[in-house]
């Protein structure tokens, strides 16, 4: 899956939803990527597939957690973080995404797909 300077290297049964009845069964269609604040972290090394360098235009300190707001391309993302120290608005950050917790839903009628 690719978004502006994002690809991702979806997990197998994303792809088996996607194209089980082959490859040219998603070409066209037009897919929404969910997936929860806390499935979004800072990035301990890179893992191709599952990482994004982001803005952060928010840092959102509750209690001892944050809410980081970030910018991707055209998209806006929110990731819930434990550790928060260091993070500052405006330098780029590395952040992974947790695959196995994500949806894709179709973008004509909103319906879980994967």
Known sequence: MRADS???HLPDEMRTAL???GPSAAAGREFIFGIRPESICRAE???EGRTARVLVEVVEPVGGEAYLHLKLGEASLIARVDDYEG????PPL??????DRARLFDRRDEKVIA
């Open 6 to 8: 994002l690809a991702l």
């Open 19 to 21: 194209c089980g009845a």
């Open 45 to 47: 090394a890179a893992a």
């Open 87 to 90: 993070i500052a608005v405006g």
């Open 94 to 99: 590395e952040v992974t995404f947790a695959l």
